[in-house]
């Protein structure tokens, strides 16, 4: 798959069927999001947005994996989230209509859904439902957030590692995420920030706790729970 490849409608369009937001709209108004979107594909390493890029369009992955990070001036990456297949993000930057203060890059090859930024202000005018989800979207993002903060000033590579994997299990963020997580250890690394053989370290070290199990190309969590009470230092 090559970046920027423009993806078949049909798959874009079963992938918006599914979306939880657009279980609520009239036929009119999922008509209308239909005709208005785009997917393409991205290779792994590619970059889907650049920081300080015009937040043009709200996006989804369709498949894959992909973070959205940010590099200081002095060169320190910081990666806030990583976004896996089924998820929507970026509408903090949409509704601003700000530069995106972040840079969106494909983790493994990825499909990504595009819906223009005037679609989604007029479903946001238009379609109560859809104002309802965004809201509950938010307020998860919010909390998303706060704790990521907690967890880079308080946490040791063990907790932020546990962080991004029980995150990945966020029902309002990632909807569609299994026990059974289709990521390696080297993307791991890349999501925290770390290097593979640290995060190599931490992996092994939640499943010593009994929390996961690493297997080749994947991670099966055994205690989401205690997982997430392992994120939180409870």
């Known amino acids: 798959m090559n970046a920027h490849q423009a993806e078949p409608r049909g798959k874009l369009l079963e992938f918006l069927a599914s979306s939880p937001?657009?279980?609520?709209?009239?036929?009119?108004?999922?008509?209308?999001?239909?005709?208005?979107?785009?997917?393409?594909?991205?290779?792994?390493?590619?970059?889907?947005?650049?920081?300080?890029?015009?937040?043009?369009?709200?996006?989804?992955?369709?498949?894959?994996?992909?973070?959205?990070?940010?590099?200081?001036?002095?060169?320190?990456?910081?990666?806030?989230?990583?976004?896996?297949?089924?998820?929507?993000?970026?509408?903090?930057?949409?509704?601003?209509?700000?530069?995106?203060?972040?840079?969106?890059?494909?983790?493994?090859?990825?499909?990504?859904?595009?819906?223009?930024?005037?679609?989604?202000?007029?479903?946001l005018d238009n379609s109560h439902s859809f104002s309802r989800w965004l809201i509950d979207q938010l307020n998860a993002r919010l909390g998303y957030y706060v704790a990521l903060v907690e967890g880079l000033r308080l946490g040791d590579v063990n907790t932020r590692v546990?962080?991004?994997?029980?995150?990945?299990?966020?029902?309002?963020?990632?909807?569609?995420?299994?026990?059974?997580?289709?990521?390696?250890?080297?993307?791991?690394g890349r999501l925290t920030g770390m290097v593979r053989q640290t995060a190599y370290r931490a992996l092994h070290e939640l499943e010593n706790a009994g929390l996961i199990r690493v297997q080749y190309g994947s991670i099966e969590v055994m205690d989401l729970e205690g997982l997430k009470k392992f994120a939180l230092g409870a």
């Open 21 to 123: 937001w657009c279980k609520g709209l009239t036929q009119d108004q999922f008509d209308r999001v239909c005709g208005d979107a785009v997917s393409r594909g991205f290779t792994a390493g590619a970059t889907v947005c650049l920081r300080e890029s015009p937040s043009e369009h709200w996006l989804a992955v369709v498949d894959g994996l992909v973070k959205v990070d940010t590099v200081s001036a002095d060169g320190r990456a910081t990666t806030f989230a990583g976004v896996p297949g089924g998820a929507w993000f970026g509408e903090g930057a949409v509704l601003k209509g700000e530069p995106r203060p972040y840079a969106v890059v494909a983790i493994r090859d990825s499909t990504v859904a595009f819906v223009p930024r005037a679609t989604f202000l007029w479903l």
């Open 162 to 188: 546990a962080y991004c994997l029980a995150e990945l299990f966020n029902p309002q963020l990632y909807p569609n995420t299994q026990l059974r997580i289709d990521i390696s250890q080297e993307e791991i």
